[in-house]
């Protein structure tokens, strides 16, 4: 309860837990060799220092954590999201549509009861087997797992760790870890909770020692740095929007200032160090649009410094070394991404003489088209750049010593990668973790000194061998080639009798999620083949693809995906009785319409947290993101011609009595993103269409699609846990 998470929080020490239900370290600890020390508790009762291990059972260690006296901790609150016209109508539809689902889930007991102890196997094999990206300041590495924050030495043969910080010892069982900042000088720990009840995180400040102490707890905070020892930077949310940058301290006299407000509504804020600690940048972007603000940190109380100011449809960031910016920015053609060095000599910020305009720009470097920046990481001598070109990874390094390019093509099974945290930008060695839809996460090094790619040997993982991965081109209707990437069993025959799960999204420039998921690997190992169309409205090849589209191209992704689904039946993998189509959020756009133009080419959609009205939505302006999205579907309100092209391809517009297959949804009622409302007259509305077909065909047999929506109480949008997941 609210009450009794803030009576644990308010007081000086917490009481010590037994793990018995879970034995943390196996369950999540990346490193087999990692043995957390025995601990010291100290009770607040007594002024003895009692020597306890840890509970039998358990490796995990017993510890206190201290909480500062006088520290508020805000209270759980459930936000209120529904945006209904009538109270009733929306309780008797959610009351109908969970008695529906009542009814039905247990016709699936069986299957669901042996899909879940095959997934919990698998969960249990590769989750945490990888490793977690780690940070090192000097001799002292940091790393998360499981809702642990835990500290050992780089030298450590032994193993040993440390635990600074654990989401049950302060009572946020139910929230998970998002972020983490350590200071420049290690005293203290910047850590935001999330829970999946919510959009909003929390910033938890620890003040790191024997004896970690929470220092304060800051409510609705989505990003913050650390611009000094004991200065921290951050940035509030409120109804989905961050436009407020606060300062404060954490010296004898906390202060706490505002020091930059976004008035544009369209405009996002949030805040990043560069890579050497010197300047701390505070990023106000739109979908098209940015603009950057520089804090020294060397004298963080200064006023921020404007480099460029806005200009529509050029979007910049910025980096620094040897006092010289470094602006990755679209200005110029082609309108994609280029590295940008500027001349100016940069020694102390004033508002009143400084200025970085981009007439002072000289070009580095500039991508190719088609080609797609996923990331990118500034070091002492040499700028590594992570892209993405027909879906294959890629390295590319540039050094500021020799002058040089050197590109590496990744592992061709490789979709995505992770960037571990480099503190030390002086180190020759650049990690990084690859992975897929089936591949469990592989740690990597490059040497700059040596050239070249070395694959690092974690722990013993089961090495996936029976997948293979396939990537194919489809023509769309304006001859656009569409990249399609497709796994499937190596052992697999007779492929057009296998179930296939085409996948897509295809919205903000984003790319499709192809991170590793155990549900994934079940499937192949099942027989399913997995395809993952990279359709326009996608960032896969880079900003003109998502230009392409957006706004009035939005149909343009949708003949994309027809394309893709079309050419792998052509080619063999599946047929249309055997073929599902799954997305989340913005995908369920073209899922949506797909479903309506083209029901003949599925026999099922599962959607997650579905956007399937874009017309009513874009038309309601109280609706917290309705002007910045703007930008993505247009302005209906004031263009006629916008209304009717949305209007075109809505999918709760062009719902009509037809054959539709069967559909899952799944939906949040804390989701402030996708009102549930929305969501459930979608399902009314699908529901009655289907129903009419068949009752106006005198055909036998008639194939009557199950329509399910599956309402979570809890979890926000697209969020869950594993348990969820594992119930979906």
């Known amino acids: 309860s609210c009450a009794g998470l803030r009576s644990l929080l308010q007081r000086l020490s917490f009481t010590v837990k037994y793990y018995s239900k879970h034995n943390h370290l196996q369950t999540m600890c990346p490193y087999s060799k990692i043995k957390p020390k025995k601990c010291h508790i100290l009770d607040c009762s007594e002024t003895a220092c009692t020597h306890r291990t840890a509970p039998p059972g358990s490796i995990l260690p017993c510890r206190f954590f201290s909480y500062k006296e006088g520290t508020k901790v805000p209270a759980k609150r459930k936000q209120n999201t529904s945006i209904v016209t009538s109270d009733l109508l929306h309780k008797n539809l959610v009351k109908s549509e969970q008695e529906n689902w009542n009814d039905i889930s247990p016709i699936y007991k069986a299957m669901t009861k042996r899909i879940k102890g095959k997934l919990e196997e698998l969960h249990n094999m590769y989750a945490f087997n990888s490793g977690s990206p780690r940070m090192r300041f000097g001799e002292n590495v940091y790393f998360e797992e499981n809702g642990c924050i835990f500290l050992s030495k780089a030298d450590d043969d032994e193993g040993d760790a440390d635990i600074l910080f654990s989401t049950e010892d302060l009572g946020f069982s139910d929230a998970f870890i998002q972020r983490i900042r350590i200071s420049p000088d290690q005293r203290y720990m910047a850590i935001s909770l999330k829970s999946e009840n919510s959009e909003e995180a929390a910033c938890i400040i620890m003040k790191l020692g024997h004896i970690p102490v929470v220092e304060e707890v800051i409510p609705s905070v989505f990003s913050f740095e650390w611009a000094a020892n004991d200065v921290l930077y951050y940035t509030t949310q409120k109804n989905l929007k961050c436009q407020n940058v606060f300062r404060t301290t954490f010296t004898y006299q906390k202060h706490t200032k505002l020091v930059y407000t976004e008035e544009d509504a369209r405009f996002f804020v949030d805040i990043y160090c560069t890579k050497d600690r010197r300047f701390l940048t505070i990023n106000s972007n739109s979908k098209t649009t940015s603009e950057v603000w ?63 305009g981009k007439e002072n720009w000289e070009l580095v470097y500039a991508l190719e088209k088609k080609t797609k920046l996923v990331d990118f990481e500034m070091f002492s001598d040499d700028c590594v750049m992570f892209l993405k070109n027909a879906g294959h990874l890629y390295l590319t ?45 592989k740690r990597f090094a490059y040497s700059f000194k040596e050239n070249n790619l070395i694959e690092q040997a974690v722990q013993e993982v089961p090495i996936i061998t029976n997948c293979h991965t396939t990537r194919l081109l489809a023509k769309s209707k304006d001859e656009t080639l569409v990249p399609i990437t497709v796994f499937h069993n190596k052992n697999s025959k007779e492929l057009h009798r296998k179930p296939l799960l085409v996948h897509v999204y295809g919205a903000y420039g984003i790319d499709l999620n192809m991170s590793f998921k155990e549900e994934k690997l079940l499937l192949i190992e099942e027989g399913w083949i997995l395809a993952y169309c990279h359709v326009r409205g996608g ?68 959607l997650q947290a579905p956007f399937v009205d874009v017309l009513n939505t874009m038309m309601k302006t109280h609706l917290p993101l309705t002007t910045e999205e703007q930008e993505e579907w247009g302005n209906p309100l004031e263009d006629e011609k916008c209304m009717k092209y949305i ?82």
Request: glycine share 6%; proline share 6%.
């Open 294 to 356: 520089l804090v020294d940190c060397r004298h963080p109380f200064e006023s921020p410094a404007l480099v460029q100011a806005r200009t529509t449809g050029v979007i910049y960031h910025i980096e620094h070394r040897n006092d010289q910016l470094y602006i990755l920015s679209t200005h110029g053609e082609p309108a994609e991404y280029k590295a940008i060095l500027t001349d100016n000599y940069i020694h102390r910020i004033n508002l009143d003489t400084y200025c970085s």
């Open 397 to 441: 390094v540039i050094s500021f010593v020799s002058h040089s390019v050197q590109s590496v093509k990744l592992p061709t099974w490789a979709c995505e990668f992770e960037l571990e945290s480099h503190p030390e930008h002086t180190t020759s060695t650049c990690y990084f973790q690859l992975s897929s839809p089936v591949h469990p996460p």
């Open 539 to 606: 960032g896969e090849q880079g900003l003109s693809w998502h230009r392409d589209g957006c706004q009035h191209n939005k149909l343009k992704g949708l003949h994309d995906l027809r394309a893709c689904i079309t050419l792998l039946h052509e080619l063999g993998f599946s047929q249309p009785k055997h073929t599902a189509l799954a997305a989340a959020s913005a995908g369920g756009v073209l899922a949506g319409a797909l479903c309506n133009t083209d029901p003949e080419l599925l026999r099922a959609m599962v």
């Open 647 to 728: 209007k075109s391809y809505c999918p709760y517009q062009n719902i009509k009595p037809q054959c539709y297959p069967s559909v899952f949804i799944t939906a949040y009622e804390n989701d402030q993103r996708i009102p549930l409302t929305g969501v459930l007259q979608y399902v009314q509305k699908l529901r009655k269409a289907a129903l009419d077909h068949v009752s106006r065909t005198s055909k036998k047999g008639n194939w009557i699609p199950n329509i399910i929506l599956d309402i979570q109480a809890n979890g926000s949008h697209c969020d869950s846990s594993w348990e969820h997941s594992l119930n979906e």
